[in-house]
């Protein structure tokens, strides 16, 4: 059980870390949910394959000759929708 404390003039709650780690919260952005029943916290969930195109450059630039680990040199992208 935790109690909330003042922090400035707005109130906290201490969250255990054990509590974090299992709730994957660590270093996540969160937003909050009023419910029936209390306050939801969760984790600010990424569209799908939302950076992947900046880590792909990136991993290129670190490593170019992997080019073709991710394009390959058969690949036809006609009638491809993106």
Do not use: C, Y
């Amino acid at each position: 059980m935790t109690m909330l404390i003042k922090i400035g003039n707005s109130q906290g709650v201490r969250i255990p870390k054990a509590i974090i780690k299992q709730a994957h919260l660590e270093n996540s952005p969160l937003e909050f949910e009023v419910t029936a029943q209390g306050l939801l916290l969760k984790p600010v969930q990424k569209k799908p394959r939302e950076g992947w195109e900046e880590q792909i450059k990136k991993a290129l630039l670190e490593s170019p000759e992997e080019e073709e680990i991710f394009l390959g040199d058969d690949l036809d992208f006609k009638g491809w929708e993106w």
